[in-house]
Nanobody
């Protein structure tokens, strides 16, 4: 199955920023809502934010005001701008379609040092 490809992770100091990208070949997202998830060591994967095809967004409380999700439908790409990062944001970040889950990609590691 076609998988999304996440990129943009890295090591950043607390207070820093990163921009993640999720590229979907073959327009696998279509008109589906697309979300960013994260999984920290020893914890369950959690949904961080999602965006509908028309641009309606949702964020979990812990990232509101710091993270911004966006999408470019023409490029089949979804972004996650992460600002004011803190060590609790350290995790592997994945993208998927929360209401129609597909095969998971490899994810991209985000590490925030204190």
């Amino acid at each position: 199955q076609v998988q999304p490809v996440e990129s943009g992770g890295g090591l950043v100091q607390a207070g820093g920023s990163l921009r993640l990208s999720c590229a979907a070949s073959g327009n696998i997202f279509g008109i589906d809502t697309v979300g960013w998830y994260r999984q920290a060591p020893g914890k369950q994967r959690e949904l961080v934010a999602h965006i509908s095809f028309s641009g309606i967004t949702w964020y979990r409380d812990s990232v509101k005001g710091r993270f911004t999700i966006s999408r470019d439908n023409a490029k089949n790409t979804v972004y996650l701008q992460m600002n004011s990062l803190n060590p609790e944001d350290t995790a592997v970040y994945y993208c998927n379609t929360p209401f129609n889950l597909r095969t998971w990609g490899q994810g991209t590691q985000v590490t925030v040092s204190s």
